[in-house]
């Protein structure tokens, strides 16, 4: 059973994260200056959410192209930003398959951790776990 309970429920918290990450946080200005944008295509449950430095979509308008493409289940999400799921090992094992230029995907990683601290809030928010 996927930790989000739908794929609403997954929307509405994927929206709320990479909003904050990309407006917040600025990595929109980074994603710019690396001229990247990501759709990832998530299963359990299905969804597409795509980010780029000016728009965080998801449900239908979130499936158009992007610079990089990853698939992965919602689990995955989660457990990366829990850090329970280094990039790296994802992509090694398959549990994340990535289509684009993999070095611009790996050059943002130090920018995200910010993030991963303040996911656990995110999760209280929504109502996810986080052990």
């Not at 917040?24 to 200005?29: A, P, Q, S, Y």
């Not at 998801?58 to 499936?63: D, S, V």
């Not at 990039?87 to 991963?116: F, S």
Request: proline share 7%; net charge positive; with cysteine.
């Amino acid at each position: 059973m996927s930790v989000f309970q739908d794929t609403q429920q997954m929307y509405d918290f994927l929206e709320d994260l990479w909003k904050y990450i990309v407006f917040e946080k600025g990595l929109g200005d980074k994603m710019r200056n690396y001229g990247v944008s990501y759709k990832f295509v998530i299963n359990d449950p299905d969804g597409y959410l795509y980010v780029d430095p000016d728009n965080v979509l998801t449900g239908k308008e979130a499936n158009r192209d992007a610079v990089i493409t990853m698939q992965l289940s919602g689990d995955s999400v989660h457990n990366f930003w829990l850090k329970k799921l280094t990039l790296p090992v994802a992509l090694a094992t398959r549990k994340i398959k990535a289509k684009g230029p993999i070095p611009k995907v790996l050059k943002m990683l130090p920018a995200l951790k910010p993030v991963h601290e303040a996911y656990p809030e995110f999760c209280k928010k929504h109502n996810l776990p986080t052990d």
